[in-house]
C-alpha cells in the first residue's frame, strides 16, 4: 500500500523562497519512496512524500517551520493512493 503525505504552508509576506528553503532542508526520519516539492501564488508551499506503508503507520512528517517564516498553521493530510495513470 502506498500513503502519501501532504503537508502545505503559506509563507509570511516575501518569504515564499526562505520557506522553500527550509521545507527542502528537512531531514525525514526513514526512507520516502519519492518526495515532491511544489509552490503556488500566494507563497504557499507544498511538500508530498510517498511511502510503502499502512495508512495507519507512524510515518515521520515535517515539523512546523518557525513561527515568522509562516502566516497561517500548516496544513497536513493523509491519503492511499488508489491508482496511478500515465
Do not use: K, N
Amino acid at each position: 500500500m502506498t500513503v502519501t503525505l501532504m503537508w502545505e504552508a503559506a509563507a509570511a509576506d516575501d518569504q515564499g523562497a526562505e520557506l522553500l528553503d527550509w521545507a527542502r532542508r528537512q531531514d525525514l526520519a526513514g526512507a520516502p519512496e519519492r518526495v515532491e516539492y511544489l509552490t503556488a501564488p500566494g507563497d504557499r508551499v507544498l511538500v508530498i512524500t510517498w511511502w510503502d506503508a499502512p495508512y495507519g503507520a507512524e510515518l515521520p512528517e515535517l515539523p512546523d517551520p518557525p513561527p515568522d517564516l509562516v502566516r497561517r498553521q500548516v496544513h497536513r493530510w493523509r491519503f492511499v493512493s488508489v491508482a496511478v495513470r500515465s
